[in-house]
C-alpha cells in the first residue's frame, strides 16, 4: 500500500494559458523555461521540464503536490484531465511559475537527493475558468490540479 509521504498545497499565477515545473537547478534542464514554450496539449514534457496548457489565460491555479514512496491510487474526482509522465530532478526540488510572470520564491521540495520521479497530474475546473477568463481575471481558484510524484523504480 502506497504511503504519502508529503503534501503541499500551493497557488500558481498562470498567465498566457501556460504553466511550468523544472528542476530548481535549471542548470540540470537542457532546454529552460520559457525556451520552446508554446500552449498546445494538456502535458508537453521534456527533459527536466513539464509544461502545462491550462484552461485559462490569467488567472491563479491551486496545485496540491502529493509524494509518496510507491504508485498510489489516482485522486477520487471528477477530472478534466489525467496524464502519467515522469520528471528527473537532480536538486530534489522543482520551480513552478507562469509563463511570464516567471518561478514562485520557493521551490516544491520532493527528495534531499535526485531522482526520476514518476509523476500523474489530474486537473479539474478547465472549463469554468475559461469561460471565467473571457470575462476578465477570476478572482477566487478555478482550475485545480493534484500532482502526485513517487520514485521510478
Known amino acids: 500500500m502506497a504511503k504519502l509521504i508529503s503534501r503541499e498545497e500551493v497557488p500558481v499565477e498562470v498567465d498566457f494559458y501556460g504553466l511550468y515545473l523544472q528542476d530548481w537547478d535549471d542548470s540540470q534542464v537542457p532546454v529552460p523555461f520559457p525556451q520552446g514554450w508554446e500552449a498546445g496539449p494538456f502535458l508537453s ?3 527536466g521540464r513539464l509544461d502545462f496548457t491550462s484552461g485559462g489565460h490569467t488567472h491563479t491555479a491551486g496545485l496540491t503536490v502529493e509524494v509518496w514512496d510507491t504508485e498510489p491510487s489516482t485522486p477520487a474526482g471528477d477530472w478534466e484531465e489525467s496524464v502519467l509522465t515522469e520528471i528527473t530532478s537532480a536538486s530534489g526540488q522543482l520551480e513552478v511559475g507562469g509563463v511570464a510572470g516567471g518561478p514562485m520564491p520557493e ?3 520532493l527528495s534531499d537527493q535526485a531522482h526520476t520521479w514518476r509523476v500523474r497530474v489530474v486537473c479539474a475546473g478547465r472549463a469554468e475558468v475559461a469561460e471565467q477568463t473571457r470575462l476578465g481575471v477570476p478572482e477566487d481558484v478555478v ?7 513517487w520514485p521510478q523504480t
Open 143 to 149: 482550475e485545480r490540479y493534484v500532482f502526485q510524484f
Open 107 to 109: 521551490p516544491i521540495h
Open 45 to 47: 514534457a521534456r527533459p
